[in-house]
């Protein structure tokens, strides 16, 4: 979970759906839904403090007859939502990078480079590419990179969320921020005020998840049946208040609503956070240099994002090759000889995650087709042991010291409707005309290929596929 990585990229389009308000309070809304889902799997990584694996906990709270078809739902869920949120880091990054280079050569209003379609495309693909080779080569230095990271993301938010409003040389006022709502028709093509409040949240719901990496940890982690939903809770609640803090700041320093849009400001009207940065610094001291500086920061936490979740998509896809679920597994599983990681399964993931991209080409809304791929992917991924767990016969949930009780039933069944709303609510359309530039193709992606998934097991998957199968069997003989 990091500051900028998801609120960054579609600030903007929150806001042109239903103006400050909507964003503002949409954080807010978003979080309190969020903190059910936190609950459930809090209280479900108690229960298996020494697995942190939604793999293995869909096995398991499923049971002997269901657990396989959870596990391969969760595990092809989670590939594709990290695989997903791989081509997210790639686009939002590539965004960044092609502002801090017009802002850089002039500005659009004086000449500077704005990055076409094809060059964009070439940064996408050379991100993903360098993601690749790192993960491959240099694990020592990624390990390096981690630690900046943290650092990188804990400073630099911090004072970018201080600073901004303090440079900007007016703000606007609380009633604005907390109050206005204003639709942009002329941007999004929305008319339907209770439409746009809903698309509105796309920016909360995309940005609130990644929680789970704390109970990956737990295998490695001491006292993990209590500090594992410390972490998972915790997470929640940092990222919430400096979420919040972040969209706060962002809005307050907001020149000119009207103009954040236009394609003849500095911008090209393609990227409404560098235009509000670069707003703020030029009219404070007549230079873009603080925008670009702080563009670089931002575009920094995506290269980081980026690599991180690459990883993390590389080796989930070496853990479902390794027990048969993807095809060709035998050389996805293989382990570099020389380096000891799962480098075909790093090479996989950064390929499907190019083709991903290639729409960049045709199509104005990528970004939101690959968000909605990711957020439906990851978040999917959770939805599958909280229903599981709500299922289950209670009898049979042994519970860890973070135990819910009473209240574990209902807190699961919210948390779960509230994964299948967010999931649908990805799949519309956001921008109108439906065009053929316009189009959010996440629908069809995902619908081909969870309906190719689902055709394999049951026609011939459903037969061998046991699930994580070295993982259950330890934990039953203990």
Known sequence: MTLFTGITPLFGQSFAYTGPAGVVWGWVITTFF????????????????????????????????????????CAWLETIGLIAGVGTQAYAGSQ?????????????????????????????????FIWAILNTFALDVIAI????????????????????????????????????????????????????????????????????????????????????????????????????AYILALTFSIQDPSYLFDPSNETAGSFVVAQILYDAFHGRY??????????????????????????????????????????????????????????????LSAF??????????AVNVVFTAITSICTIGWVGGYAVPIFARIVMP???????????????????????LWICYTCAVFLLPTTYPIELTTFNYAPIALGVVLSLVMLWWFVDARKWFKGPVRNVDSQSQA
């Open 394 to 416: 209670q009898e049979n949930f042994k519970p860890g010291p973070f135990y819910l009780g009473r209240y574990s039933q209902p807190i699961c069944l919210v948390a779960f």
């Open 352 to 361: 499907l995650c190019a083709l991903l991209g290639l729409p960049i080409l």
């Open 145 to 244: 990179i981690d630690i900046l990271s943290i650092w990188w993301q804990v400073i630099g938010g911090a004072v970018i969320v201080i600073l901004l409003p303090l440079v900007a040389p007016t703000t606007q006022s609380a009633s604005y921020v907390f109050s206005e709502i204003h639709m942009s028709p002329n941007i999004t093509g929305i008319r339907s005020k209770p439409y746009a409040l809903i698309l509105s949240l796309l920016v909360s719901q995309y940005s609130l998840y990644g929680y789970d990496a704390a109970a990956h940890l737990t295998e490695e982690t001491k006292g993990a049946d209590k500090n594992g939903p410390i972490a998972i809770l915790s997470s929640i609640g940092i990222i919430s208040v400096f979420g919040w």
């Open 286 to 347: 007549h230079s873009s240099t603080g925008a670009i500086i702080v563009l670089i920061v931002i575009w920094g936490s995506f290269f980081f994002g980026g690599l991180s979740i690459l990883t993390s998509a590389a080796r989930v896809v070496y853990a479902l090759s390794r027990d048969g679920g993807i095809p060709g597994s035998r050389y996805w599983k293989m382990i570099h000889p020389k380096y000891k990681i799962p480098a075909n399964a790093v090479w």
């Open 96 to 128: 960044v990078l092609q502002n801090i280079i017009l802002l850089s050569t002039g500005t659009n209003k004086h000449g500077g480079y704005f990055a076409p379609k094809g060059v964009f495309l070439a940064m996408y693909l050379g991100l993903t």
């Open 34 to 73: 969020v903190w059910f889902v936190g609950l459930a799997m809090s209280e479900i990584c108690s229960s298996f403090p020494t697995t942190g694996s939604l793999y293995f906990w869909a096995a398991h709270l499923a049971g002997p007859k269901w657990g396989p078809f959870a596990s391969w739902c």
